[in-house]
C-alpha cells in the first residue's frame, strides 16, 4: 500500500517546476546564469516546435532531428544576448534560420549527404509511423522545390509565418529585421506562389496546403 | 499538381530521442562550459609583469580562437556522427584512424539474440555485420533495431549504418578465440577441402542448423586467405541442398550460438575490461567504392556518357574492377531461373572525390524497391544509389552506388543489406 492508500500506485510527487508551469523567461534567465537543467527544460518544451520547423526546411526527418540539437546549442552559446521578455522561441525560430541557412550553404559546396540520405527500407516492425515519414519527406520535399523558386529572405519570412504560423512581429524578432520588412516579403512571397501555384486544393483532413498558407 | 503543394502535419521526434537528444545537449554544454571555466581563471602573477601583458593578452586570444574553434567543431561533429550514417560523412568528420587494419574476424548473418515476433512479418531477425581488426576497432552495422534496445547511433529507423567501437587486445582476442573454437568444432567438416581451396561465406561447405538461428557465415584469416564457414536451417534443403555440408552437433550449435551472441550484441556480453572506446561513433571511411551496375553487360566507356560531364571526368581515368553476376530469379518449388548477365564496374576514390561525383547527380532519381507485399515502395535504404537509366528488358536499371571501403580494403557492394 502507497502512501496515497491506493495499491501499486506509488505517490506521485510534484516539484515546484512541475506544478506550475514555469515562463520560457524565468527558465532562460536560470539557464543564463548556468542551470543547465532549465535550459534542458526549454529544450523539451520546444524541440518539438523546431524540429518541425526543420523539417519543413529540410524535408528530411533525421536531418531536422540532427539540426535541433544544433539549434539548442548554439542557443545555450548566445543566451547572453538580451532578448525581449517572452521572445525566447521566436529567439530559437531566428536561430534555426541561421542554422538551415548554413547547413544550405555548406551542402551546396560539396554534397547532399545527409539531405538525401537513402530512404530506409521499410520494416514495418521496427518503428509503426515510419512509412508515413518516408511519405512526409517526399510530400515536403515536393512544396520545398516550389518554395525553393522564391528569393531565400522571402522563403524564410514564408516558412516562419505561413508554415509555422509566427506572427509578424516574432518573425521580425527571429530574422533580425523591421516587421514592415517581414510584412512586405510575406506578401511578395505570397504574390509569387499565387503565380507558382497551379490552384491547388485542400488535400486530405490533415494536410495543409500552400495555397492555404498564402490565403 | 495539388500534391505537390501539401505538406505533411506535425510530428514528435521519433520515441526515446527526445531523452537522448536532451542528454547529449546537456553533455555538450557542461563540456563547453568547462573549456570556458579554464580560460576563466586567473592568469598566474607572473603574467601581470608589464613587459609581458600585452604578449599575454595576444596568447590569451589565440588561445580563446583555438579552443573555441575546437570546441565548436567537436560539437558539430558529435552531434552529427553520434549516428550512423548512409552515403558520405559531412565534411570536416575524422576518419576512422589508421587507414587499414588487419582483419581479425567477420561475421554476417541474421541474428538470433535480435529476432523476435512481429505481427505482420512473423519471426524476423535483423541482418548484422561485424568486422574486427588487430588494431581493436569493432566495425558493424545493423538491421532495424530491436525492441526496447534502440540503436540512438542508427543511420535510420532501418539500418544503424557502420559504427565502430573501440576493443582492448583482451577484447578482441576474446571474440577471436570465440571464432576459432566454433571452426575448432567443425574441423573434421572443414578438412574434407583441400587446404588450398578453402570455402568463401558463400560457397561450400556448410552447417545446417535449427531454423531459427538463421543463417550466417564466419571468417577468419588463415595465412593471407580468409577461411569461411556458413551455416543455413536445415529447411533450405528442401527439395534438395545447395551446399555441401553437415547437420550441426550441440557442440557446433553451442560454439555458433556463443560468437553470435558476441558479435550481436557485444555491449551486453563483453566485460568492460574488453573495452577500449565503448562509445558508439559512425564509421567514417577514407574511400570510397563507386559502383555502375548494369544489364545487360555494356563496357565501361558505354556507360560514363551516362553521368553528368563532371562526375565522368572524375571516373574516366581511374582504375576499375569489373565483377560479372547472373541476374537471378526464384520460381516455384526451388526453381532458379537465370534472367541475364549483369555487369558491376567498381572504382576506388578518396571521399572528397566521391563528393565530386555525388555533387552533378543530385537531380536523379533514387531507385526504389519494395520489400515486402505491404510495404511502399521506398528508396534503398543501406546505401546512396542513383538511377542512370531504366530497365530493359525486365532486367535491372543502371545505377551508381557508393559504398565505404573498410580498412581491410573490402567493401559491401550496395551496403551488403537485404
Excluded at chain 2, 595576444?58 to 556522427?81: E, P, Y
Excluded at chain 2, 545505377?399 to 580498412?407: C, G, K
Amino acid at each position: 500500500m502507497s502512501a496515497d492508500g491506493r495499491a501499486g500506485n506509488p505517490p506521485r510527487l510534484f516539484g515546484h517546476e512541475q506544478a506550475v508551469e514555469v515562463d520560457d523567461s524565468v527558465l532562460w534567465s536560470r539557464a543564463h546564469t548556468g542551470d543547465s537543467q532549465a535550459f534542458g527544460l526549454l529544450f523539451e518544451r520546444h524541440a518539438r516546435t523546431i524540429y518541425n520547423f526543420c523539417f519543413r526546411r529540410v524535408a528530411n526527418w533525421a536531418t531536422a532531428e540532427d539540426l535541433v540539437s544544433l539549434v539548442f546549442l548554439e542557443a545555450w552559446r548566445r543566451l547572453d544576448k538580451p532578448i525581449p521578455r517572452g521572445k525566447e522561441l521566436p529567439w530559437l525560430f531566428g536561430i534555426a534560420t541561421n542554422v538551415v541557412r548554413n547547413r544550405r550553404r555548406a551542402e551546396r559546396r560539396h554534397d547532399a549527404a545527409l539531405g538525401r540520405v537513402p530512404r530506409p527500407r521499410p520494416e514495418p516492425s521496427f518503428a509503426d509511423d515510419s512509412v508515413q515519414r518516408l511519405d512526409d519527406e517526399e510530400l515536403m520535399g515536393r512544396a520545398l522545390g516550389l518554395v525553393a523558386r522564391l528569393p531565400r529572405r522571402e522563403q524564410e519570412v514564408f516558412a516562419l509565418c505561413a508554415w509555422s504560423e509566427l506572427s509578424y512581429e516574432d518573425a521580425a524578432i527571429a530574422l533580425g529585421i523591421p516587421v514592415g520588412t517581414v510584412r512586405s516579403r510575406l506578401s511578395r512571397a505570397r504574390a509569387r506562389l499565387r503565380e507558382l501555384d497551379p490552384g491547388s486544393g485542400h488535400d486530405g483532413e490533415r494536410m495543409q496546403t500552400i495555397k492555404e498558407a498564402v490565403e | 499538381m495539388k500534391g505537390d503543394l501539401s505538406i505533411p502535419p506535425l510530428r514528435d521526434l521519433p520515441p526515446g530521442r527526445l531523452a537522448k537528444r536532451r542528454e547529449h545537449l546537456l553533455f555538450e554544454i557542461t563540456r563547453e562550459r568547462e573549456s570556458r571555466g579554464a580560460l576563466a581563471r586567473p592568469w598566474p602573477s607572473r603574467w601581470g609583469r608589464p613587459g609581458r601583458r600585452r604578449l599575454g593578452a595576444l596568447a590569451a586570444a589565440v588561445l580563446v580562437v583555438v579552443v573555441g574553434t575546437a570546441s565548436a567543431f567537436s560539437g558539430v561533429r558529435a552531434f552529427f556522427l553520434e549516428r550512423g550514417f548512409i552515403g558520405l560523412p559531412p565534411e570536416g568528420a575524422t576518419p576512422s584512424a589508421p587507414e587499414s587494419g588487419k582483419l581479425v574476424l567477420h561475421w554476417h548473418g541474421r541474428s538470433a539474440t535480435h529476432a523476435r515476433v512481429d505481427a505482420r512479418a512473423g519471426y524476423v531477425a535483423p541482418l548484422v555485420h561485424a568486422w574486427v581488426y588487430a588494431d581493436g576497432r569493432m566495425i558493424w552495422s545493423r538491421e532495424g533495431r530491436p525492441p526496447g534496445r534502440a540503436i540512438h547511433e542508427g543511420a535510420n529507423e532501418f539500418t544503424s549504418g557502420y559504427l565502430e567501437q573501440r576493443l582492448t587486445p583482451d577484447g578482441v582476442e576474446l571474440l577471436r578465440s570465440a571464432a576459432v573454437a566454433l571452426f575448432d568444432r567443425t574441423r573434421a567438416l572443414l578438412e574434407t577441402v583441400p587446404d588450398d581451396s578453402w570455402p568463401g561465406p558463400n560457397t561450400g561447405l556448410a552447417l545446417f542448423v535449427p531454423p531459427r538461428d538463421f543463417w550466417g557465415s564466419v571468417e577468419i584469416p588463415k595465412g593471407d586467405r580468409l577461411l569461411g564457414l556458413q551455416w543455413q536451417p536445415t529447411t533450405w534443403c528442401a527439395p534438395r541442398c545447395m551446399v555441401k555440408g553437415t547437420t550441426a552437433t550441440p557442440e557446433q550449435l553451442s560454439a555458433l550460438r556463443r560468437v553470435e551472441a558476441l558479435v550481436s550484441d557485444p555491449a551486453a556480453v563483453l566485460p568492460s575490461s574488453a573495452w577500449a572506446v565503448r562509445e558508439i561513433r559512425a564509421y567514417v571511411p577514407s574511400h570510397y567504392a563507386v559502383c555502375i551496375k548494369t544489364s545487360p553487360p555494356k563496357d565501361a566507356s558505354d556507360l560514363l556518357p551516362l553521368l553528368p560531364t563532371r562526375a565522368a571526368d572524375v571516373l574516366r581515368d581511374r582504375g576499375r574492377t569489373r565483377f560479372d553476376s547472373d541476374l537471378l530469379e526464384a520460381r516455384e518449388a526451388g526453381r532458379i531461373v537465370v534472367l541475364g548477365r549483369e555487369v558491376t564496374y567498381c572504382s576506388k576514390l578518396t571521399t572528397e572525390e566521391a563528393r565530386e561525383v555525388i555533387q552533378p547527380l543530385s537531380g536523379f532519381p533514387q531507385p526504389r524497391t519494395r520489400p515486402a507485399p505491404w510495404l511502399a515502395p521506398s528508396r534503398n535504404w543501406n546505401t546512396l544509389e542513383y538511377r542512370l537509366a531504366e530497365a530493359v528488358n525486365n532486367l535491372n536499371p543502371t545505377t551508381i552506388s557508393f559504398d565505404p571501403y573498410l580498412p581491410h580494403g573490402q567493401f559491401l557492394l550496395n551496403g551488403g543489406g537485404g
